[in-house]
């Protein structure tokens, strides 16, 4: 069975540029989660989804961070304009959802904003 | 959401048993425990996860005190390939089971 797939692995900007990242979640899995993990820190929450609907955003910087789940199934974060602070490890991770919330984790995108 | 308590980080030799021990005082009584495993450039790994007692795997022994305050991660015999971040996480099913990850423990094991 494919796990969570991410890309790009890694991607460096200069600031004020724009940028994306894609993910596709384990088939079947209703549930897609968004995370930001900085250097020596355990993973934050910025989205979660069930299937097509955003019920968890309150720690997304909506000033310029957005995300979309089109047909409940890949989703794409974008950060516009980035910021140097943005640096970080963006993982994506999805599950079954309902009572089943065992997260699997992609690799995550490194990004570096210079 | 309870918040958890963990050592920043442990050292053991190969083939020790390896117990990390996780501080929840302000658990729910909805509220189950998990854990998780990261290594470097990858994302978190799930361990295991349990409610009240003892729960085993392939992997891990979860080990869970009747007032639930607290637990323990027991590692069997701990290779060099462990090595590795340790995250406790606590909270509820349904409903938004926000899946908030602390500091974690990082683990070294030495040959």
């Known amino acids: 069975e494919a796990g969570v797939v991410q890309s790009p692995r890694y991607k460096i900007i200069e600031k004020k540029q724009p940028v994306a990242f894609w993910c596709n979640p384990i088939s079947g899995h209703n549930t897609l989660y968004w995370y930001r993990q900085n250097l020596g820190q355990g993973p934050e929450l910025l989205i979660r989804y069930e299937n097509e609907e955003a019920v968890d955003d309150s720690q997304l910087p909506k000033d310029r961070f957005s995300a979309e789940r089109l047909k409940g199934v890949d989703s794409t974060l974008k950060i516009q304009p980035a910021e140097l602070g943005d640096s970080a490890v963006y993982l994506c991770?999805?599950?079954?959802?309902?009572?089943?919330?065992?997260?699997?984790f992609g690799s995550g995108t490194q990004l570096s904003v210079l | 959401l309870a918040k958890t308590t963990q050592p920043i980080s442990m050292d053991s030799y190969e083939g020790q048993e390896v117990n990390i021990t996780c501080s929840h005082n302000?658990?729910?009584?909805?509220?189950?425990i998990t854990w998780y495993q990261q290594f470097p450039s990858q994302g978190p790994r799930f361990i295991i996860q349990g409610y009240k007692t003892k729960v085993t795997n392939e992997v891990a022994s979860l080990f869970i005190p009747a007032d639930r305050k607290s637990s323990t991660l027991s590692l069997p015999r701990v290779s060099l390939s462990d090595t590795a971040v340790y995250y406790c996480?606590?909270?509820?099913f349904g409903g938004g089971f926000k899946t908030i990850f602390g500091a974690g423990t990082r683990l070294f094991v030495k040959a």
């Open positions: 996480l606590v909270g509820a």
């Open positions: 991770a999805s599950s079954l959802g309902g009572n089943n919330e065992k997260l699997f």
């Open positions: 302000n658990i729910a009584t909805n509220d189950y």
